[in-house]
């Protein structure tokens, strides 16, 4: 059985990467995009010239590998944690990706912009602080399932 | 305008994708072991789930739009407002996947959404 404390180690790990790979990621996505452009017109032409350049950039191609190192740890995370704890929570990458986009892309960011950025970040920290799991974990066997329960029952008295 | 437009798609399709996701992974049960083969036979077992294609079908369209509101703003303003995607993760964790949604994490939905706004206006 595991522990509460375990749980949310477990979950901080996790969360750490997603992070991590999630704002470098995007970032890296960014600065390769910016120097494709816009597609010049909504035609299929013109569309698919857009994604062959974007397919070319060895920079958005970094950001893709470093989305998909998210996308992995999110996948793990999900399968013990509630979505809505993990989205919010995972999201300080919302906070870190501007001060990339400023100090490492020369992004202009205005005060009120910062001031926003500030305001997004202490609503992540006040959704993150919540329990990891508030539904029941699915189980295979009579066994897990009177962990589960014990777990449960546990929590519960917790709260 | 065209962003505006191009900012929900990225919110809706994401959010929505991730929910299906969100399902067919609870739908495998939890991960205890992070061998590389017992991962393996996880992402298996979640590619059999037809919700994970329905969720990697709408991520797709939003990676699709993310690409094309990257190429004209900033990610210093385009990742900050796609957090709205909280306000739909919580509507559909509290709706769709039929979670608990507390007092303080709806205040934390509200202070994001109050942060997107500063940043747009910004």
């Known amino acids: 059985m595991e522990t509460g404390q375990h749980l949310r180690g477990k979950t901080a790990v996790l969360l750490l990467l997603m992070v991590a790979f999630g704002s470098s990621g995007d970032t890296l996505m960014g600065k390769g995009m910016r120097a494709v452009g816009p597609p010049a017109e ?13 397919a070319l950039s ?20 999900l399968t013990w944690a509630d979505f809505s704890f993990v989205l919010p929570a995972s999201a300080a ?12 892309l020369g992004e202009a960011v205005s005060p009120l912009r910062w001031a926003g950025v500030v305001t997004i970040t202490l609503g992540v920290g006040l959704v993150g602080n919540t329990p990891p799991r508030t ?25 | 305008m065209e962003i505006a437009l ?9 959010t929505s994708g991730e929910m299906f996701v969100s399902r067919a992974m609870k739908g495998i049960g939890e ?7 017992a991962i393996a036979r ?32 900033n990610v210093s303003f385009v990742v900050p407002v796609t957090a709205l995607s909280y306000v739909m993760a919580a509507l559909g964790g509290r709706f ?11 205040v934390g939905v509200c202070l994001v959404c109050l942060g997107v706004a500063l940043v747009w206006a910004g």
Not at chain 2, 31 to 37: H, I, K, L, N, Q
Not at chain 2, 96 to 106: I, T
Request: include cysteine; charge should be positive; proline fraction near 4%.
């Open chain 1, 42 to 54: 909504w035609s299929a032409a013109r569309v698919g010239e857009f994604l062959s350049q974007a």
């Open chain 1, 58 to 77: 060895p920079i958005v191609w970094a950001g893709f590998g470093c989305l998909l190192l998210f996308f992995v740890s999110y996948m793990l995370v």
């Open chain 1, 93 to 104: 990458a919302y906070a870190v990706v501007p001060l990339l986009g400023h100090f490492f």
């Open chain 1, 135 to 159: 539904t029941l974990p699915v189980v295979e066997g009579t066994q897990r399932a009177t962990a589960a329960a014990a777990a449960a029952a546990g929590t519960a008295k917790g709260d």
């Open chain 2, 6 to 14: 191009f900012v929900f798609l990225v919110v809706m399709a994401g």
């Open chain 2, 31 to 37: 991960v205890t072991s992070f061998r590389p083969g």
């Open chain 2, 42 to 73: 996880v992402v298996g077992r979640a590619l059999a789930e037809p919700w994970m294609w329905a969720g990697l079908g709408m991520m797709a369209l939003a990676f699709f739009c993310l690409l094309v509101l990257l190429s004209r703003a």
């Open chain 2, 96 to 106: 769709f996947l039929g979670e608990q949604v507390n007092a303080s994490r709806w």
